[in-house]
């Protein structure tokens, strides 16, 4: 059984600054927000119930709406706002820990040609649709060969899905090995 070192986390950007390294591969998924509730002929974005708006008191205050739903394709649901995201591990500089981060679109696109070399400062501002991402890399850096052994090991363990579809995974210092039927662990 692999040794389990760290509850499982997914960094999403705030306000204030990152610090982090990008390690490993990387994907893209869509990242959903919105209230399942809402009329399908009016798509929610978060924070921008306008007065008037159709919606209850009660649908505005299911703060559900809030957390972010990731998916691997887009399914084009009009009851959510949708945005897509680069899904990673990073080395966090503040805390040296590895995390699972779903990078803006819009910040790896400043990011793709130096991800695998660099550590990167990554900040946001503005709220809503007004968000803007800034990166600027930091210069050249090393991962220890404890993060590599926990990226590798992590990766092969658990896909994307898992980690930010399903939201079951750890990090992980051994590969897991899954058993997808029973069947076969019996020797006769």
């Known amino acids: 059984m ?37 009329p399908p002929t009016a798509p929610v974005a978060p924070n921008s119930f306008a007065a008037g708006s159709s919606m209850t008191m009660a649908a505005v205050s299911d703060l559900s709406f ?6 691997e394709i887009d399914d084009g649901d009009p009851n959510y706002a949708r945005t897509k995201r680069i899904v ?3 080395v966090d500089r503040e805390d040296d820990k590895v995390k699972a981060f779903a990078c803006p679109v819009s910040a790896w696109n400043m990011i793709t040609e130096h991800a695998k070399e660099n550590d990167f400062d990554i900040w946001r501002e503005g709220v809503a649709l007004n968000t803007r991402y800034f990166v600027q890399p930091l210069g050249l ?14 990766l ?4 994307f899905a ?4 399903d939201n079951e995974w750890e990090l992980v210092e051994e590969t897991i090995e899954r058993i997808e039927n029973r069947w076969d662990i019996l020797d006769l």
């Open 162 to 165: 898992n980690i930010f579809v």
């Open 141 to 154: 850096s090393e991962i220890t060969d404890d993060h590599e052994k926990i990226v590798e090991a992590t």
């Open 2 to 38: 692999a040794k389990k070192i760290e509850k499982k986390f997914i960094y999403v950007p705030k306000k204030g600054r990152i610090k982090v390294r990008f390690v490993g591969n990387q994907t893209e998924m869509y990242q959903y927000f919105g209230l399942p509730s809402a």
């Open 88 to 90: 990673s591990l990073v």
């Open 66 to 71: 809030r957390k972010p739903i990731f998916k």
């Open 156 to 159: 092969e363990s658990f896909t």
